[in-house]
């Protein structure tokens, strides 16, 4: 059955034909192609259609697909049994190396996937600290709890309000825009008494990828410091890409909370938080704070992130930042010798190439891009075996997998493209 012909049937089964919303490509104009699977820095449909992958599974990918080492250390896991519901090996040895390497993390507790992190650290700040309210980022997508649903970046921030999330869930959210400290520091002179935290995407990757400005980062440590506030940083795109300790060795800012997901996993669903030890001993059966889950820890997912953190130590993260900016400079170029108003946002292996005159610092900035503009690249580069996500508004990742052939086949197609 060709792609078609399946989300044809897909449509009559789930809503919009898939299982997360950007998948439909409706803001590309276009339909999904259906993945039949996927090998290194490539993607095969179910036609047999070859492509090479920029989108990566939205970013845990960092190895590529079906990395010797991580898919051997998965079978191995299968053999022994795919679900426990009980403690096991794995999960002890991959928080192991976790705390390792991100130092910041005395403690974490696994969940299944990036969205139970978030709204579980977020739970735990607020038992902590006995607080109601949180700061979050316009245009920071935190998974799709309610709370952090008001106006939040991706998908969700094509949808106006929050349908189905109630005022009085989300009338504790307190927004400011990415990169404005003065905002923040606004909302802590008002409410700082019952500012529970600020959670953060220390670099944003869900209205493409925007920077922070210098001093804004320590500006928000400082503040939750002045205001006895948790600072929460969502690591679940950044861990262990932007750096092996991710975003806060770059940075060298300490949060006290952290949440990670994608990568941790070698593919598989998972998610984790975890922080300073006094905050985490709040978290039952120690403390009063309740969280569970029964696949958090699941052995399969554990044994893939813990070859792939292993893997990753071997690897040469500066290498991959230089291979990947050379990439990206040399993409951007391409379509501003089309005549194309093109801004490039790059940091380690991952870049967005916005269709706009001016650089992008926050979600307002990154809705003003040309969104046709970019819907005529992505289908043209799709036509040619590139395949890039389906909205302007989100990240494009290399990995180490990824070839300088691989870089030059997409910059022959991206010359191909007419406007």
């Keep these: 059955m060709d792609s078609k012909s399946l989300y044809t049937k897909a449509q009559t089964l789930m809503p919009g034909g898939v299982n997360s919303p950007l998948r439909a490509c409706k803001y590309v104009n276009s339909e999904p192609v259906f993945i039949q699977n996927a090998k290194g820095a490539r993607l095969w449909d179910v036609e047999g259609r070859e492509y090479i992958d920029y989108v990566m599974s939205w970013g845990p990918m960092i190895l590529g697909h079906q990395d010797p080492a991580v898919s051997e250390a998965a ?46 650290a977020l739970r735990l ?3 902590y600290t006995g607080r109601n309210k949180f700061i979050k980022f316009i245009g920071n997508y ?26 009085e ?62 600072l929460i940083f969502d690591e679940v795109i950044t861990g262990f890409r932007l750096a092996l300790g991710g975003a806060q060795e770059r940075f060298g800012i300490t949060p006290d909370l952290t949440t990670l997901g994608k990568i941790i996993g070698g593919g598989f669903p998972v998610g984790c938080y975890g922080g300073k030890r006094e905050i985490m001993e709040h978290m039952a059966p120690v403390g009063g704070v309740f969280q569970a889950g029964t696949l958090s820890g ?70 003003q891009c040309n969104a046709e503009a970019y819907a005529t690249y992505w289908q043209q580069m799709l036509a040619q075996g590139i395949y890039l996500a389906p909205a302007g508004f989100e990240c494009s990742f290399t ?15 991206a010359r191909k493209v007419e406007f």
């Design 298 to 367: 699941n052995p399969v997912a554990m044994a893939a992130g813990l070859a792939t953190l292993k893997r990753l130590q071997q690897c040469d993260y500066a290498a991959l930042e230089a291979r990947t900016r050379k990439f990206a400079e040399a993409l951007t170029a391409i379509m501003v010798e089309k005549g194309q108003a093109m801004s490039l946002a790059h940091i380690a292996s991952a870049f967005t190439m916005y269709f706009s005159k001016v650089p992008v610092t926050n979600m307002t900035e990154s809705g």
């Design 169 to 230: 869930v989300i009338k504790h959210t307190l927004l400011a825009h990415y990169n404005d400290l003065d905002a923040v520091r606004a909302h802590f002179e008002t409410s700082g008494d019952d500012i529970a935290c600020i959670i953060v995407e220390p670099v944003a990757g869900n209205m493409g990828l925007v920077l922070p400005r210098d001093g804004f980062l320590q500006g928000l440590r400082d503040l939750c410091t002045q205001y006895g506030a948790i």
């Design 75 to 120: 079978h191995k896991a299968v053999d022994l049994g795919t679900s426990y519901g009980a403690p096991c090996y794995g999960e002890v040895a991959l928080a192991e190396e976790i705390t390792k390497l991100i130092p910041s993390m005395e403690m974490l507790r696994m969940v299944s996937s990036g969205t139970e992190a978030t709204m579980s």
């Design 142 to 167: 935190h998974g799709h709890a309610d709370s952090f649903l008001a106006a939040a970046g991706s998908a969700a921030g094509t949808i106006p309000g929050t349908p189905g999330v109630p005022e």
């Design 125 to 127: 700040a607020r038992g």
């Design 399 to 413: 990995s180490f997998i990824h070839t300088d052939e691989d870089f030059e086949q997409t910059l022959e197609a």
